[in-house]
T-cell receptor
Framework: QQQVKQSPQSLIVQKGGISIINCAYE??????FPWYQQFPGKGPALLIA?????SEKKEGRFTISFNKSAKQFSLHIMDSQPGDSATYFC??????????FGTGTSLTVIP | DVKVTQSSRYLVKRTGEKVFLECVQD?????MFWYRQDPGLGLRLIYF???????EKGDIPEGYSVSREKKERFSLILESASTNQTSMYLC???????????FGPGTRLLVL
C-alpha cells in the first residue's frame, strides 16, 4: 500500500519552463513533507520541506504548494535549468517516525 | 557536514552468497535506516534502528537482517542472496526527531 502517491513518473521540460511534480497522501497524521533531489550515482538530498501549518514555501526557484484539505502537495521548479535534471522524491512522515517516499519523478530539462 | 558512507559502491554476488552492506555516519545520529531503491517503486524501507542493538522491521524486511553494534555503524545482511535482491541499497541517518534525513551514496548490488 503506497502511503504517498507521486506523479508523473517522468517529465521533460524546456529550459526556462516550469516543472511541476505532484504528490498525494492519505494519513492525516503526517506532519512533515520533504522533497528530495537525487542525481545519478548519488544518494537523495533534502531539497525543500514544508509543514502543514503553511500553504506554500519558497526557496529560490523551488516552491512547495500544500493543500491540506485535498491531502496533496506539489513541487514547482521555476525557470528550470539543465542542472535541475535529476530524480525527485516526495516524502511524508510523522515527526520522529518513519519516512514514506513517493515513487520518484525523473526530470529532464532540455537546453 | 554530515557524512554517511557506504562500504561499497558496486557489488556483484552469486545466488546463495551471504552479503554484508556496511554504513557509517559521522554525526552521532541516533536513527539509521536501510532502504532499497527500484525503478518505479521509489524508496522502500527495509529496516531501521533507533539505538545501538535495537532494530525495527520496515516495509520489506523479508530476506534481510541488520546489525547495529555501534552507534555510528549499521549493517545490512542478506543471509542468502537471491536475484530479486538485485537493487540499489541506500543507507540514511537522522538525529532523533530532527527533520533532515541524510543519505549515503548507495550500493548497487547485482546478484547473479
Amino acid at each position: 500500500q503506497q502511503q504517498v502517491k507521486q506523479s508523473p513518473q517522468s517529465l521533460i521540460v524546456q529550459k526556462g519552463g516550469i516543472s511541476i511534480i505532484n504528490c498525494a497522501y492519505e494519513n492525516t497524521a503526517f506532519d512533515y513533507f520533504p522533497w528530495y533531489q537525487q542525481f545519478p550515482g548519488k544518494g537523495p538530498a533534502l531539497l525543500i520541506a514544508i509543514r502543514p501549518d503553511v500553504s506554500e514555501k519558497k526557496e529560490g526557484r523551488f516552491t512547495i504548494s500544500f493543500n491540506k484539505s485535498a491531502k496533496q502537495f506539489s513541487l514547482h521548479i521555476m525557470d528550470s535549468q539543465p542542472g535541475d535534471s535529476a530524480t525527485y522524491f516526495c516524502a511524508a512522515s510523522v515527526t520522529g517516525n518513519q519516512f514514506y517516499f513517493g515513487t520518484g519523478t525523473s526530470l529532464t530539462v532540455i537546453p | 557536514d554530515v557524512k554517511v558512507t557506504q562500504s561499497s559502491r558496486y557489488l556483484v554476488k552469486r545466488t546463495g552468497e551471504k552479503v554484508f552492506l556496511e554504513c557509517v555516519q559521522d554525526m552521532d545520529h541516533e536513527n539509521m535506516f536501510w532502504y532499497r531503491q527500484d525503478p518505479g517503486l521509489g524508496l522502500r524501507l527495509i529496516y531501521f534502528s533507533y539505538d545501538v542493538k535495537m532494530k525495527e522491521k520496515g516495509d520489506i524486511p523479508e530476506g534481510y537482517s541488520v546489525s547495529r553494534e555501534k552507534k555510528e555503524r549499521f549493517s545490512l545482511i542478506l543471509e542468502s542472496a537471491s536475484t530479486n535482491q538485485t537493487s540499489m541499497y541506500l543507507c540514511a541517518s537522522i538525529q532523533g526527531s530532527a527533520e533532515t534525513q541524510y543519505f549515503g551514496p548507495g550500493t548497487r548490488l547485482l546478484v547473479l
